[in-house]
């Protein structure tokens, strides 16, 4: 019943764009901050970017700033990843999760997978 469910995740070549979703259900995501995580084969999980939840205040990973963005549309009760000039190296599994520090994260997505190929 409260689940996180991500989507928009594939494949995209090298410098091609994709956008994830994070869609809340049972809960209302805007009395959390969200964060998005990655984690490739072989590669701790990393921190991707946090979006407060009042007021939405942005932060990015130093690997994804200027690329990645993202947003919130409340009505929706769903976050977005907007993830553009994409690299090999982006290639991971992304979560979506109700906090940006990982000891404070109650709920997490299943997680898709974005393979980029070179």
């Known amino acids: 019943q409260v689940q996180l469910v991500e989507s928009g995740g594939g494949l995209v070549q090298s410098g091609g764009s994709l956008t994830l979703s994070c869609a809340a259900a049972?809960?209302?995501?805007?009395?959390?901050?969200v964060g998005w995580f990655r984690q490739a084969p072989g590669k701790e999980r990393e921190a991707v970017s946090c979006?407060?939840?009042?007021?939405?205040?942005?932060y990015y990973a130093d690997s994804v700033k200027g690329r990645f963005a993202t947003s919130r549309d409340n009505p929706k009760n769903t976050v977005y990843l907007q993830m553009s000039s994409l690299q090999p190296e982006d290639t991971a599994v992304y979560f979506c999760?109700?906090?940006?520090?990982?000891?404070?994260?109650?709920?997490w997505g299943q997680g898709t997978q974005v393979t980029v190929s070179a």
């Open positions: 979006i407060a939840y009042s007021p939405s205040s942005v």
């Open positions: 049972g809960f209302r995501l805007d009395n959390y901050p």
């Open positions: 999760a109700t906090a940006c520090d990982v000891p404070r994260v109650d709920k």
